[in-house]
DNA sequence: CATCTATATAACATCATGTTATGAAAATAG
DNA sequence: CTATTTTCATAACATGATGTTATATAGATG
């Protein structure tokens, strides 16, 4: 015989509740459709649940084993709204973020940790990417959120960019390095280093070429190209090598004391990193949270710097 | 956020059967009967349970997650049914039943225990008393089960007598008791003998009355009043004494060896044991299963009463 | 690309569930 | 024992969910 599991979970609010006004405020019903709940029920078994004429409320044996069935049904119905809940408020769930590899290695990484220590039941899927594929992601809804730099008038009408940190970018080399002795620096000082360079296709490597181009260099060597951050700090720390690299990168691994910026000028490109999604986001409670930690994040850090920044003035 | 079990349950039967088609199926229901309840639950949760376009259908981290609870709602309505059926089916439940004490001990007691071999699961509640006091508590409904001797016209009008053996009454003594010996008794024989009784206000008192009377006895001692059964077959057995007893109680108690029937006849009350019950019955499947398995062991007994007696006579 | 199969939608009937108002009965107090 | 209070049952009605069949649509498959 089939069950209404809605049935038992009124059967077993009435005996746990001790009664049929009680069990009603529990649910949050009507006494009066709990009574016929009740009476419907037992008259489709056919047999009393409880001991009629008898108050307060007993519930007969076949009352009692039915009773328990429906505390489980109400156990399962509890949890199912808690996770519906944790999943609506963005405690749970997936969030597919995708960006420029230097950038979701050297400065992302780090807010996601930091994002998971509050929420560990997100999942947080990272991939890597640049602008154009990325906004297909978003597009198709294969991917919540991209962190890029973008140019303003790059913005598609259909995506909404919020920019956070300019794209300023500032030569890097490993801490020690001899130019980081000099007062000021000139253009021989420094093309007698070789040039890591970053993948070709990257808007990174652009910056490069832009810089050089920016402080004169017409010639200079590449000992190393394309390898993740991780690799390239390497090397950089290795050797006495230069890159460009952005500065909030740089920035967030000066703790590691392994590499360090030159105060060499090279002229930012007119781009701010910033965090890319739908206009009108897809229902996604964790990707919206994510995303407003990513930016309170990037606030953050870009307070930090600025601060640094004028630090450094005062000397 | 409250979540209907029953959609739990459609859930679960899809995400385990593989699809809208196949979980309708499992649950007996048509397919856009569970697929309108799909939506609508997605809707109202506001996040897809399912990826959407793919097919197979593959389920969302958060329709697993609420699966499984569905999963655990689909097994408490399936135990609740299976409760309700074996209470339907006479294999669990209460049977209060109650008889004259000396039956009940020498008889009913060890059909209880045959029948509780076949149905551990259903309680017996056993009790003792006379024909008024069990009428009444039938007409109550605090009692299923009455087994008593009864005359036929003692019987009420809303109550149902189902008459198995005749009221045959015996002389019981120990085994091996001097009177076995004789080839025939006398009254004065039996004279010497003092007599146990049953309680005064039992029907077995007036027998015992009766049967002194017909034999015509006018005198005798009694030496031993009340008591249950276990007390007068101690007392029957460790003395001389006689008593009356139901046959059946005697031809029950035969293998024990302890006590044994005079053949001595000593007229039977005009009565029969058997089964008094409400004529229509408040349903309670067990007692009616529990009635009938009484009347076929009764049956039984009675049968190899016969048999035995027939026996006897061949001597 | 055509066909097949699975899912979604439409339209409609009906039953269960919810409500408020009120009656009846058991328990409790005086 | 009677009066009061509490608790459960019943009535009457509105509405929403669930079920049905028929049919359209969209993935999957050859």
Redesign the interface.
Known sequence: ??????H??ILAAIVDNGGLTEGAEALGKSQPSISRTLSQLESR???PLFHPGRRPLKA???GL??AA??R??L???R???Q???R??TGH???VRVAGTPVFMDGVVAGIIARFQQHMPDV?VEQSYGYADALIDRLRNATLDLAIIPLQQGQVPDDLRFQPILPGLNVIACRNGHPLLRRKSITLSDISQYSWIAPPTNSPLYRDLQRALAKIGAKDFRINFSGGSLASVVSILAGSDSLTVLPYSVVFEMKNQNQISALTLEIGHPDRMLGVLSKETPD??PAGERFKSFVISQFESLSRRINQHRQEQLWR
Chains 1, 2 share one sequence.
């Open positions: 015989m089939k069950i209404d599991p809605r038992l979970e078994i056919g047999a007969t044996e076949l084993s039915l069935q429906g489980s049904v156990e399962a119905t949890v199912a709204g996770i519906v809940d999943y609506r749970t769930g997936l999942l229902k996604n």
